[in-house]
Every structure is written in C-alpha cells, then in structure tokens.
C-alpha cells in the first residue's frame, strides 16, 4: 500500500470536534513511511482549510467532492472542475419546478461564494447552511441573476423528498447526481450536482493516475454514500462505526471518528507501531 485516502467530516473529524492527536501523529507515521495521504472532503476548499492549518501532515486534499485537487505542500490547485453558466441556469430552471430550495456553489477557488434561493419554506440545514455563509452568499430570485459557473448545486431534503434522487439522476443524466449527509447536523439528506461523471471516485483515481499509482496500490476510509465511489476503487476499504448500517454491511469497519477509527485502520494494514 504506497497511498491512503481518507474522508474528512464524520470520519477523521468528528462533529463538534478537532483532529485528535492520534490521528494526526498516524498521519505523520505514514509520511515518514512515504505513503501518501489523501484527504477527499465534500467541503469546500475555504471550508476545509477551516480545520486544516498549512502544516497540516497530507500530501494532497481533494475538496468539494472531487471538483477539485490542491497540491498541499505549496498549495497549489491541480485540478477544477466546473458546470459552465449556461448550464448552471438550465439546471437552475429545472430545479425551480420542485418545492426545494437550492444553493448554487460557484467557480474554484472561490466556491464557497454561493447563489441561493428563498422561495419555499427552508429546511432547517438549509436555513443553517445560509446563515452560517451568510457573507458569502447571494439570494436570486431567476437563472440570468446567474453570472458565473458552478462547482456545484446542492438540494436539502425532507424525508418525503428522497424519492426525488432517483427521478433527479434521470431527467439530468449529463450530470453527477450524489447524495450525501450534512457535515452540520450529520442527519439531513444532501443531494448534490456536480459536472458529468464527477465524484469523489473519479478524481482520486485521476489524482492515483498522476502520481503513477493504481487503486491496488491504495487503502481506502469513510462514513458515507459519498465514500464509496472511492472506497471501491482501493484495495483495502473501510468505514467508521458511525457510518451507516449499509455501508457496515458492504465494507470492513473500524472503530468510530471519536474512537480513532483511522489509527485503527492505517495498523490494521500497515502495521505500524503507533
């Protein structure tokens, strides 16, 4: 194994929570062995780098789930992707035909700027979300308020709203349709739209690529729906004890974010003294 990937929220950091100093002295371990670490969030790069200060001990951080790669060392943005404008708007007209309101994350790297609407009654992680990025954001009330390409689009969810991913992934099939968990209260649904076959998946196999590196060469660690797409690409995969019971029946488990699920991981294949 010359490589790990790990998730961020829910599994190295657990809610209301740092980094424990396990982790980051196993991170550190790893480093020292030239295995390379690979962090691959759904937050945005402004956001993540909230809980990653520049010393941080990885070698590359994949944010927004998979919309983009820094280099760590100097910071530097390999790769971005984006939904251009105009498809940003037709997406908008669309998603204005259901009772959900949306947010619209914009270009790299500044896309933790965001256009949101307020048109229907907001969920309350969607109302959260707003007021937390408040500064950052812009209501519209119509698409040509749109004015420059999307990172992505992300849809909260009410229970009764989940049948809404399949149909979704089929009335928008030139896009990447993923649900995931809020990073805020670890319970509301996410749907999130990203450009045409990206995923988190997808851009750590195109990450392993660069670095001459296969997904056999790669462990992998998570706590949701959003994880496997890279989860199934290495090797050797795990999930948390606070992933969902799903996802415990599809992959070996460790211990819990809290309990230092990760350090369990990284001994159970490296078999480090840590």
């Not at 999930?239 to 309990?259: F, G, I, T």
Request: hydrophobic share 35%.
């Amino acid at each position: 194994m010359k490589a790990i990937i790990t998730d961020l929220d829910g599994t190295i950091l657990p809610q209301g929570e740092n980094i424990s100093t396990a982790t980051i002295n196993t991170l550190k371990q790893l480093g020292n062995h030239h295995v390379f670490r690979i962090i691959a969030t759904g937050r945005t790069l402004f956001a993540a780098r909230k809980f990653l200060p520049d010393d941080f001990p990885i070698d590359y951080l994949i944010f927004s789930s998979g919309t983009g790669i820094m280099r760590w060392q100097d910071k530097k943005i390999l790769v971005s992707h984006h939904i251009s404008r105009k498809e940003t708007q037709d997406i908008a007209d669309y998603l204005w035909n259901y009772n959900i309101n949306f947010t619209i994350q914009q270009e790299i790297p500044d896309n933790h700027y965001f256009y949101y609407t307020d048109i229907y009654p907001k969920h309350t992680d969607f109302q959260r979300r707003v007021e937390k990025f408040q500064e950052f954001g812009t209501i519209i009330q119509n698409s040509a308020e749109i004015k420059t390409a999307a990172s992505q689009i992300i849809l909260i969810l009410h229970p009764e709203q989940i049948k809404l991913i399949e149909k979704i992934k089929k009335e928008l099939p030139g896009y990447s349709v993923l649900r995931s968990t809020s990073p805020f209260d670890y319970k509301a649904i996410w749907l999130e739209i990203y450009p045409r076959g990206i995923n988190k998946g997808y851009t750590c196999r195109e990450l392993l690529r660069m670095l001459h590196l296969s997904g056999e060469e790669c462990a992998g660690i998570g706590n949701d729906y959003n994880d496997t797409d890279f989860l199934d690409i290495c090797a050797q995969s795990y999930v948390v004890a606070n992933a969902p019971e799903q996802l415990k029946a599809c992959y070996k488990s460790v211990a819990s974010d809290r309990n230092n699920g990760f350090t369990e991981c990284v001994s159970k294949i490296w078999k480090l003294e840590l």
